[in-house]
């Protein structure tokens, strides 16, 4: 999800839910761009991303991060519930264009504007030794 191209991005959503899901061998160190994205990739751009809900997501074998923010627009009302994450950083490459080398984390983000719950999250064979990359200001609330 992006405010990258133009439109009403999220401006009048009232909610909107991904559930059920199972998402295997996704993300990459390197993209059309150069850069990397996690298996879910949530990305502010221009304006915020507001009102979404992840809710029973199972994500298998990421290539880089499981679950990435990104960006200056901002995140708010974004909740992750039953959540099991296992296995990232798979391709090896541990270098990125936003900071300095990190390995693969479960929840990894490059923005300090936003805020986002996770309610249930199991985590397994996750590269990065910390579990999590948050960058300073972006508020993570892990019930």
């Known amino acids: 999800m992006n ?3 133009p439109g009403a991005h999220f401006n009048n959503n009232t909610g909107i839910l991904f559930s059920d899901t199972t998402i295997i061998n996704s993300g990459t160190s390197q ?8 298996a879910i990739d949530l990305e502010a751009s221009i304006d915020p991303i507001k009102n979404v809900t992840f809710t029973n997501i199972d994500i298998i074998n990421t290539q880089r991060d ?11 009302n974004i909740v992750f ?3 099991i ?7 090896g490459v541990t270098t990125s264009r936003f900071s300095g080398a990190h390995k693969g984390a479960a ?9 986002t719950t996770f309610n249930n999250l ?9 579990l999590y990359y948050i960058q300073s200001g972006f508020g993570l609330t892990i019930q």
């Not at 994450?85 to 391709?91: A, E, F, M, P």
């Not at 199991?122 to 910390?130: H, K, R, V």
Request: glycine share 20%; net charge negative.
């Open 3 to 5: 405010t990258t191209f």
């Open 81 to 83: 519930n039953n959540i």
């Open 31 to 38: 993209d059309l761009y150069n850069g990397e994205r996690g």
């Open 66 to 76: 499981a679950i990435q923010f990104g960006y200056g627009g901002g995140f708010s």
């Open 122 to 130: 199991t985590t397994s064979n996750i590269a990065y030794p910390d």
């Open 85 to 91: 994450i296992n296995g990232t950083g798979l391709d």
């Open 107 to 115: 929840i990894y983000t490059y923005t300090g504007n936003g805020a």
